[in-house]
């Protein structure tokens, strides 16, 4: 009796614990197949491709994103007069100090169109009086005034850092452009007014001081046909002392000026 009261109470314990062995057994394979599989090392003639980095690295253009320079002055949408004084600076024979005026109007940051004016008072400069002085004279005119239009494109849009204590913004702009240019012809006897169609090249660049100045730097090409008188000699009676030739002019102007937008 006392051994089948043993046999019962052992089997009952054993009923009890089989379960939770049961449990503790399936929690360690859990636990075992959890954890990661052991890294294992390249060998060592295996390289990284990366192919895909170099394509995407050296695109031409990628459609997905674009690097772009944070403008903090605008001009798209937006008019612009511009006052500007500077010089004549690869004639020959004159001097020349110019004052002109801009009037600008820009669709976009690259695109806009320019109504140019300027005027220029031309002398002789010092070889011209040189060779006066020794009884001859150059053949030459000098340009006087120009009217024209022009497309302005601006490809370039950055800043820099002036003296570690300001930030300067700045743009660079090419035009293209055609007008008229009136020039005084050069003859014995006083000077004759002609007119010549221009086609003008033009570089400006801008400097902002706020939204609605800058400073603006001209360097202003204008190319034209124009028709030179040649002297001869001096003691030939006035009216017989003339041959008409046309000539092509590259003028070249630098001006300064303050440009502001509205």
Not at 67 to 96: M, P
Not at 128 to 152: C, E, I, S, T, W
Not at 171 to 184: F, I, P, Q, R
Not at 193 to 212: G, I, M, R, Y
């Amino acid at each position: 009796m006392r051994y089948t009261n043993i046999c019962i109470i052992a089997a009952s314990m054993l009923a009890l614990l089989t379960p939770q062995m049961g449990q503790a057994q399936s929690n360690k394979r859990t636990v075992a197949q959890a954890a990661p599989a052991p890294a294992q090392a390249p060998a060592s003639g295996d390289k990284l491709d990366v192919t895909d980095l170099e394509k995407k690295y050296w695109a031409a253009k990628d459609s997905d994103f674009n690097v772009v320079q944070n403008r903090l002055f605008s001009k798209a949408g937006r008019f612009s007069l511009t006052a500007n004084y500077g010089t004549l600076i690869n004639d020959a024979w004159s001097d020349g100090p110019t004052m002109g005026a801009n009037l600008g109007y820009y669709f976009s940051e690259r695109w806009g169109v320019e109504l140019a004016y300027s005027s220029t008072d031309t002398k002789d400069n010092k070889a011209a009086d040189r060779l006066r002085l020794q009884n001859g004279y150059p053949n030459h005119n000098k340009m006087k005034n120009f009217y024209g239009a022009q497309v302005n494109w601006v490809p370039f849009y950055a800043k820099m850092s002036f003296l570690n204590s300001s930030i300067l913004y700045f743009d660079m702009s090419a035009s293209l452009g055609a007008g008229v240019t009136e020039y005084a012809q050069q003859m014995q006897e006083g000077a004759a007014t002609k007119q010549a169609p221009t086609v003008t090249l033009d570089l400006s660049q801008h400097f902002f001081l706020n939204k609605w100045l800058a400073l603006r730097i001209d360097y202003k090409n204008r190319f034209y046909n124009e028709e030179i008188v040649w002297f001869k000699k001096s003691s030939v009676p006035a009216g017989r002392d003339r041959v008409e030739s046309t000539e092509l002019n590259h003028s070249t102007l630098l001006m300064l000026g303050l440009t502001v937008y509205y």
